[in-house]
């Protein structure tokens, strides 16, 4: 089964949405073994105040799972790339680091790029039963896309935009583009994986790094 992928346009930065296809085939086996990541091995601190942040080596585990996530993320992720990119055609798209984020009640992201990856992006495994608040501008873990343009809505430019979490959807954003997470409210934990590519030429040695 193919998945759909939805373009957007922000600050004229584009973000991709997509939802993967067969997720809920995987989705149990997915968020327990994450859960059961986190109760073995301590976490490292990035953008996440509070909440488990992996090593950024999950794309390397042979976890049936975690396989099938690291593919479905790399074909979508391509997919998109090379649509916004032709020059892509001629580069290899590398998936280079992969982690596991699980925030509990009141934990959060702050604001954060993901450079000099070209390509950064995240996909929801397990967001539980999240109610909008009407009237509340930041929803529940909603990720917030921040303009690096300070200019703001005087000048018909919003400020920032924000999309709501839901299992199985995948973004897809430049390296470059600021973003943060929204506290968590529920009881139930919100189970997330994020990740970076790289671009390089054809003949060119792997590049590394986040």
């Known amino acids: 089964m193919s ?7 922000h600050f004229g930065v584009p973000v991709f949405e997509a939802t993967l296809a067969d997720f809920n085939d995987h989705q149990a ?64 798209i590398l998936l280079t680091q992969m982690w596991a984020n699980i925030n509990e009640a009141g934990d959060w992201n702050s604001v954060h790029h993901h450079l000099p990856c070209e390509w950064s992006g995240c996909v929801y495994i397990s967001v539980g039963a999240l109610k909008r608040v009407e009237g509340r501008s930041m929803q529940d873990g909603d990720i917030i896309f921040i303009d690096g343009d300070a ?49 390089q030429p054809a003949d060119k040695s792997p590049v590394v790094g986040r």
């Open 3 to 9: 998945t759909n992928i939805d373009s957007h346009q």
């Open 29 to 92: 086996e997915l968020a327990d073994y994450l859960l059961s990541m986190r109760a073995q091995a301590g976490g490292v601190e990035r953008s996440n105040m509070g909440g488990w942040h992996s090593d950024d080596k999950l794309h390397a585990d042979k976890h049936p799972a975690i396989r099938w996530l690291t593919q479905a993320v790399y074909s979508t992720a391509s997919a998109c790339i090379r649509h916004q990119n032709p020059k892509a055609a001629n580069q290899k």
């Open 151 to 199: 200019r703001g809505e005087q000048y018909g430019r919003p400020t920032s935009d924000s999309y709501h979490p839901a299992n199985g959807r995948l973004f897809l954003f430049p390296g470059y583009q600021l973003h943060m997470v929204a506290p968590h409210r529920e009881e139930e934990p919100r189970i997330s994986v994020a990740f970076n590519l790289r671009l």
